[in-house]
């Protein structure tokens, strides 16, 4: 069989279907808050994630907040409540 073509994402529609829906817009919404918080706490975050450890992005805890590479960050899967399966975050 002779490999298939990759297709083209579709923005508009994952925006749609997913990332424009109000929860979402909320944990992106605390996502930046959380990078921003640590950037002025003097923390360098550049070219870095801002992980939570518990997984949930609404969590801006200081104690709950690291920098990591977004290879660390994004490597362990996430259970259907939020929650991140790493036994070391």
Same mark, same amino acid.
């Given at each position: 069989?002779?490999? $298939?073509?990759?297709?083209?994402?579709?923005?508009?529609?994952?925006?749609?279907?997913?990332?424009?829906?109000?929860?979402?817009?909320?944990? %992106?919404?605390? %996502?930046?808050?959380? %990078?921003? &918080?640590?950037?002025?706490?003097?923390?360098?975050?550049?070219?870095?994630?801002?992980?939570? $450890?518990?997984?949930?992005?609404?969590?801006?805890?200081?104690?709950?907040?690291?920098?990591?590479?977004? &290879?660390?960050?994004? &490597?362990?899967? %996430?259970?259907?409540?939020?929650?991140? $399966?790493?036994?070391?975050?």
């Amino acid at each position: 069989m002779a490999p $298939r073509a990759p297709t083209k994402r579709n923005y508009k529609k994952e925006y749609a279907n997913y990332q424009g829906k109000p929860a979402q817009k909320v944990n %992106r919404a605390k %996502r930046n808050a959380a %990078r921003n &918080s640590l950037k002025k706490a003097g923390v360098q975050v550049a070219g870095k994630d801002v992980a939570h $450890r518990n997984g949930n992005p609404r969590d801006n805890r200081p104690k709950n907040l690291a920098v990591k590479s977004a &290879s660390q960050n994004r &490597s362990y899967a %996430r259970t259907r409540n939020a929650r991140k $399966r790493n036994p070391y975050a």
